[in-house]
T-cell receptor
Framework: GENVEQHPSTLSVQEGDSAVIKCTYSDSASNYFPWYKQELGKGPQLIIDIRSNVGEKKDQRIAVTLNKTAKHFSLHITETQPEDSAVYFCAASNGGLTGGGNKLTFGTGTQLKVEL | TGVTQSPTHLIKTRGQQVTLSCSPI?????VSWYQQTPGQGLQFLFE???????NKGNFPGRFSGRQFSNSRSEMNVSTLELGDSALYLC????????????FGEGSWLTVV
């Protein structure tokens, strides 16, 4: 089955700096890669996603890049703010054209702390 | 409105059983369940589409679920063990495969 590794487990940055979280996956059939932000006591909130036919996607301060050859994808947050502090999870799925359903395999999470 | 789950918190005794409920986003027909614990992270339990289980994770048979004709879903855990204490998350998606997946706030289960 799919295995997703995520690094780093903790990340501390100064407000205004950039943050980068990296994930690798094992199943070449995976074609959908979402990122979720989870605040304390809440459920995961989708912040951005990318499909395998796209190499990069950007939404304001957040961007995701995908390298299918190397089987890794990364989350980039620019101009970090204190409210960006949370746990971030990457995930992979082989749904879509392969009809693999909506099963997500998650990374182990990154605790991001944005310091003033 | 988003994915809604109930109850939000509950405490059960070892050996009891529990039923958790999930209402997907309006129009979404796929519902999946995940267990989140500090030690194991987020793990897939099962997924339902059109009242049929499409995928199943590696959990014992004590964990079961079902989906109703209105796409609402329930999951049941029988003979509760201390290790079942976790946040149980429901997620919904518009179609049966490859679409964006949204999560609810979860049901916090404590087994004592």
């Amino acid at each position: 089955g799919e295995n997703v590794e995520q690094h780093p487990s903790t990340l501390s940055v100064q407000e205004g700096d950039s943050a980068v979280i990296k994930c690798t996956y094992s199943d070449s059939a995976s074609n959908y890669f979402p990122w979720y932000k989870q605040e304390l006591g809440k459920g995961p909130q989708l912040i951005i996603d990318i499909r395998s036919n796209v190499g990069e996607k950007k939404d304001q301060r957040i961007a995701v890049t995908l390298n299918k050859t190397a089987k890794h994808f990364s989350l980039h947050i620019t101009e970090t703010q204190p409210e960006d502090s949370a746990v971030y999870f990457c995930a992979a799925s082989n749904g879509g054209l392969t009809g693999g359903g909506n099963k997500l395999t998650f990374g182990t999470g990154t605790q991001l702390k944005v310091e003033l | 409105t988003g994915v809604t789950q109930s109850p939000t918190h509950l405490i059960k005794t070892r050996g009891q059983q529990v039923t958790l409920s999930c209402s997907p986003i309006s129009g979404h027909r796929s519902v999946s369940w995940y267990q989140q614990t500090p030690g194991q992270g987020l793990q897939f339990l099962f997924e339902y589409f059109s009242e049929t289980q499409r995928n199943k994770g590696n959990f014992p048979g004590r964990f079961s679920g079902r989906q109703f004709s209105n796409s609402r879903s329930e999951m049941n855990v029988s003979t509760l063990e201390l290790g079942d204490s976790a946040l149980y998350l429901c997620a919904s998606s518009l179609v049966d495969s490859g679409n964006t997946i949204y999560f609810g706030e979860g049901s916090w289960l404590t087994v004592v």
